[in-house]
């Protein structure tokens, strides 16, 4: 006999008059997502973007966040934030704006999580060396959609990876869902708070040489800043039916931006450590590219060109294992020789 299907029909319908009853008007329901690349029976449990959630936090490319750069290359000390600790930190801000206006939080928390697995080592530094040597340009959010549509394939919903694509600002089209627009808030709100206080234990910044304006809007660095934009979020969006930022709040966000590219982002110490990380990956995408064949399988789809697998293999590596691999490639073997001369 073929299996009862009424209990699954039963809470299927029962997920979609919740999300009517709970989400607002703007909301993106999971009933009308525009599916999957392949189809899919519905699971009893959870729905579509609930389970894109569970496949993302569950796969290879999210656990190797935890030793990935965000802002300081091989720092000293334990309370730097990674991109893993990055990606847990936009997921609440994501998931605070997203309840706060009724949106899917599901959705929000999916792209969250998501948002950055495509990234290289050594952050930004490392995406610019790949920007460098792809003709067609590179770009991290893309490569996250390439993970989880073809490297580490999870078959994940057409939302989920239309926010993954687009959730930095220079991204156009935007993301097609306000889920997708609160991600892009809660990552400058999470990256620009948190990279100031890791500026301000590394001793490049103060908080006395913040500019004013930020000063007298924020207050000090950590929970404060973050409170202040989810509210400008959160009451601006509520206000004129779209996710925005306060106006007023959106000039402070800028002049902080802008004070962090300079103080920090581009300061010395840290071009100076960028430049060095530019040149391992350089190397290392060139030793590949003259050594195809050392591309681990795991790494490699068999159906893209040198090059590309070249790209996937290096920019799927977290810090570490970057320089483990350029070390082992490029570092020569100085006991070799004393080894067999011992005894």
Known sequence: MPPDDAPLRTRRLADRLAEEERLSPAATRSA????????ELDDALRTPFERDRDRILHSKAFR????KTQVFINPEGDHYVTRLTHALQVTQIARAIAAALTLN???????ALGHDVGHTPFGHAGEDVLDEVVPEG???????VRIYEVLEDRNLTWEVRDGIRSHTWRIEPPPSTPEGQVVRYADRIAYLTHDALDAARAGMITTASLPADVRSALGEPGRLWIDAFVRGVVERSAA???????????EVMAELRAFMFERVYQAPPNASRAAAARRVLHELVEYHLRHPGEVPASYRDDGADTLRQVVDYVAGMTDRYALARHDELFRPVLFEEPRRTLG
Do not use: C, F, N, T
């Not at 939080?105 to 999916?110: F, H």
């Not at 590179?138 to 996250?144: D, E, K, S, T, V």
């Open 105 to 111: 939080e599901p959705l929000a928390e999916a792209i």
């Open 32 to 39: 009308s997502s525009r599916g999957r690349a392949r189809h």
């Open 240 to 250: 004129v039916g779209a996710v925005e930022l306060d106006p007023a709040l959106g």
């Open 138 to 144: 590179w770009y991290h959010g893309a490569q996250g």
């Open 64 to 67: 190797r966040l935890k030793h």
